[in-house]
């Protein structure tokens, strides 16, 4: 007798700041990228996701996002904002106006949108370089312009996918500590995949470590009971990256 199929279940774009996946199963053709997901992430916290290539970190965010849909399991998420690997700014447009281009689209006008950018791009410490074009910016510069441009889409929720993934050591240790800055003064439930498990331990409330493919949750650790910013050498962050790292270590490959 063939077995019945249940559809998976996905409710998405709401005003909601929770986000809870459970069972979910993903699959693209043969290959399985996560088996059997659950995870849910409380309004306000910031939760972290590492595991190694190819564990589904990515797909666990555009399904969040609603790019994708689970082949098995339910995905309950309110409206979600994707900042992907890649800054993919407009070179075209300057500062401000790439960061004003999701309150423009919203049917903001120009005016406004760009005194919303501007206020926002001067508290990540671009005051100045708001009419450079993207080719005048440091790595870092362009990161900071990819998050404000991704805060003002004003969705509750944030999925940063390696958002510091192509900067140099120092850079990206500048960036960790703004994003914590500007996740503390402007709560926003957040999803963050890193390879980094020193960045999830600085800037997460959990970690959750994901299996080699097929993806699923072999771990979940409590990030430091410190507020943000952290510094890397507190014993409280280096703890959370020593367990995490275990859990890597020992997950089934």
Do not use: Y
Not at 8 to 27: H, I, N
Not at 118 to 132: K, Q, V, W, Y
Request: proline share 6%; charged share 25%.
């Amino acid at each position: 007798m063939a077995t019945r199929l249940e559809a998976p279940e996905v409710e998405l774009g709401d005003a909601t700041s929770e986000v809870r996946l459970e069972g979910v199963t993903r699959r693209f053709g043969a290959v399985v990228a996560l088996d059997g997901v659950s995870l849910a992430v409380a309004p306000g916290e910031v939760v972290a996701v590492v595991g190694a290539s190819g564990s589904g970190k990515s797909t666990l965010l555009e399904l969040v996002c609603g790019l994708q849909a689970p082949d098995a399991g339910s995905v309950r998420a309110g409206r979600a904002v994707l900042m992907p690997q890649r800054d993919l700014l407009l070179p075209w447009l300057d500062a401000r106006d790439n960061a004003a281009l999701p309150l423009r689209l919203a049917g903001v006008g120009k005016d406004e949108a760009r005194a919303r950018a501007h206020a926002l791009l001067t508290r990540l410490g671009l005051d100045g370089f708001e009419r450079a074009r993207t080719w005048q910016l440091s790595g870092g510069m362009r990161q900071r312009v990819a998050v404000a441009r991704t805060l003002l889409a004003g969705a509750p929720i944030l999925c940063l996918d390696e958002p510091f993934g192509a900067l140099d050591a120092i850079t990206r240790a500048d960036a960790q500590a703004w994003l914590a800055e500007t996740l503390r003064s402007e709560p926003r439930t957040t999803l963050l995949v890193t390879h980094d498990v020193e960045e999830a331990a600085l800037l997460a409330d959990r970690v959750v470590v994901l299996s080699p493919r097929p993806g699923h949750v072999v771990a979940t650790i409590a990030g430091p009971a410190l507020p943000r910013p952290r510094t890397a050498t507190d014993p409280a962050v280096v703890a959370v990256r020593a367990e995490a790292m275990e859990a890597l270590r020992s997950s089934p490959r």
